[in-house]
Structure formats: structure tokens, C-alpha cells
């Protein structure tokens, strides 16, 4: 399907919006409706997802893994930690008056800055970063990073959600005329709805235009 993919046999969503803070937001499909689907189904598939968004290198992300399997316990609270981040982002981009998803998020980025290492490699490698010594909270923290950047540098009034059933995923519409997620996904699904909904007009009522 043209939102999601496979990746080490994990089933991730498509990256659709301008920040990698955004993406994390639309791991989750069918915001504040039934049956959302969350991306985010274990660790590793947070782990896998903060890899292929480019937040943690492909060794870190061994690491990671390898320390989920030895301990399942403390992988699944940062997998609620990054769920739990990843609901005070949304509420804070959608509804940026709500002080208490605004504050979830800074105190989570008060905590990536306290292990954040700046690297000594020449440019781009030259750039702050979560010290590797972390462990398992490595995605987390490095996604913290992420959003306090985007609430810092990003006007919030360009950010929208998609009206899509069963989407509401986010994206940056800086000129007001992105209305979809995608076009070729939500954008055709509405197509879809409206022609049908036509043709069930029509049988309904023949003489109707």
C-alpha cells in the first residue's frame, strides 16, 4: 500500500510530511477515532522506524535491539515513553494552547539535552546528538530532540491534519492549499466515497442529476 512499507519485516508507515518530528506524529493512523492503528506495535518497530527516519545510525539500532531482547520489560516503557511523546506532540501541534502537551513535550526535551553530546566529526557529521551510551532510551530521547525542534522553528498555524477516515496524520502546508495527507491515499479514498455516494443517489432516485 502507498502509506505504508516493509522494513526487516516490520510493517512502517511512509514518511509524507517536511520534519521527522511530524512523522512520528503519523505512526499513528485515526487520531481520537476507534480502532487507530498504531504503527508503533513494539520496540523494535520504533527502533526500526527512528533508523530509517535517519535519527539513529544502523550500529546504534543493533544495539538497541539486542538489548530488547534481553530486557522485554524496560523496552515496552520506552515504547510507552516514546507513545506517550508521541500523543503530547500531536495535542501541541494541532492544539498548540494545550500547556500540558507543551510542557510533556519540553520536559522530554530537558531530558534529551541532558545526554546530548555534540560530535567532533567535520560537517555534517559535526552535530548534536544523544550520547550512545543510552541504551534503549536512544529513540526516545533523539526524537525529543526532534520535537522540541519543531515546535521551536515550525509556526504552528502551517501544520495541519489530515481530514482523512481514519488518518489525521500531520503535515506543514505553509501556502493553505494542501488539503490530504497524500493525494494519491486520502485525497482518491474521498474521490472514492463521493462517487459512490452518487451512484447509490442515482439508484435511489433516477431522476436525480
Not at 26 to 48: F, I, K, M, R
Not at 79 to 100: H, I, Q, V
Not at 135 to 148: K, N, T
Request: hydrophobic share 40%.
Amino acid at each position: 500500500m502507498r502509506y505504508r512499507r516493509v522494513v526487516d519485516d516490520l510493517v512502517l508507515p511512509v514518511a509524507i510530511a517536511t520534519h521527522p518530528a511530524l512523522d512520528f506524529c503519523n505512526t499513528l493512523a485515526g487520531w481520537h477515532e476507534p480502532g487507530a492503528h498504531d504503527y508503533l506495535a513494539t520496540y523494535d518497530h520504533l527502533a526500526v522506524w527512528a533508523r530509517e527516519t535517519g535519527l539513529v545510525d544502523a550500529g546504534s539500532t543493533a544495539e538497541a535491539l539486542e538489548l530488547a531482547s534481553a530486557d522485554p520489560r524496560g523496552a515496552a516503557r520506552q515504547l510507552e515513553r516514546a507513545r506517550s511523546l508521541r500523543g503530547a506532540l500531536y495535542e501541541a501541534c494541532s492544539a498548540p494552547t494545550d500547556d500540558a502537551a507543551w510542557d510533556a513535550v519540553a520536559g522530554e526535551a530537558r531530558s534529551a539535552a541532558a545526554r546530548a553530546v555534540l560530535n567532533r566529526g567535520a560537517p555534517p557529521g559535526r552535530r548534536w546528538s544523544i550520547a550512545v551510551d543510552v541504551g534503549l532510551e536512544r529513540p526516545v530521547l533523539e526524537l525529543a530532540r526532534e520535537a522540541a525542534d519543531l515546535l521551536a522553528r515550525t509556526d504552528l498555524r502551517h501544520v495541519k491534519a489530515c481530514p482523512g477516515t481514519h488518518c489525521g496524520w500531520l503535515f506543514v502546508d505553509p501556502s493553505g492549499r494542501r488539503r490530504w495527507c497524500t493525494m494519491e491515499v486520502c485525497g482518491n479514498r474521498a474521490k472514492a466515497r463521493r462517487h459512490a455516494e452518487r451512484q447509490r443517489a442515482a439508484r435511489v432516485d433516477p431522476g436525480r442529476s
